[in-house]
């Protein structure tokens, strides 16, 4: 499985390079993440419960780091071993490029699983992946730099739920 994205954070490249590299916050944005310890140098450990389809497993993995270029990239790699569902490893290229105090974290992943996980389909995995990682970076974002009021979705003041907007086909046939 591949995939590849990039985000908008709004804090300068440092900060988010040291958010990277902080088991805490990591722990925070990972989803389903119940342990985080270690550090950037020596490899981190973690404890991850998910469920994928019809299988729920909790993985013990660990994460290490290789080709860092301080404050601009590295290579994460990692691989969680889920007992009977199976195993998942890969890593990622992580890269930060920062333009008037706003970083952009690209990321390229390469991952496999195996066992169970295997079995249930690349198009169900890769939609989990996406999913994963649309929360982690979510997450992610939120700890580093988080929304203000002026930034959150405007509210409707009146109380009542927002109306729901009709789909291109309802349209057509109301």
Do not use: H
Not at 25 to 51: R, S, Y
Not at 59 to 71: A, N, P, Q, Y
Not at 84 to 112: F, H, I, M, Q
Not at 137 to 154: C, G, I, L, M, T
């Amino acid at each position: 499985m591949d995939l590849k994205g990039s985000r908008t954070i709004a804090a300068d490249r440092m900060t988010v390079w040291r958010a990277l590299n902080d088991a805490e916050i990591l722990k925070a944005a990972i989803p389903g993440c119940k342990e985080m310890t270690g550090n950037a140098d020596d490899g981190f450990e973690a404890t991850v419960t998910q469920k994928i389809g019809p299988v729920k497993a909790t993985f013990k993995g660990v994460v290490t780091l290789s080709d860092v270029i301080e404050g601009e990239s590295y290579r994460i790699s990692g691989e969680g071993k889920g007992g009977p569902a199976g195993y998942a490893r890969g890593g990622a290229n992580v890269r930060l490029d920062e333009t008037d105090g706003v970083t952009t974290l690209s990321y390229e992943v390469d991952a496999k699983v195996g066992g169970k996980l295997a079995s249930l389909g690349a198009r169900l995995i890769d939609g989990v992946a996406k999913k994963l990682a649309d929360q982690f970076f979510e997450n992610f974002q939120n700890a580093v730099a988080p929304r203000s009021d002026d930034e959150a979705p405007d509210d409707d003041d009146t109380g009542r739920e927002p109306e729901k907007k009709k789909g291109l086909i309802k349209k057509m046939f109301s």
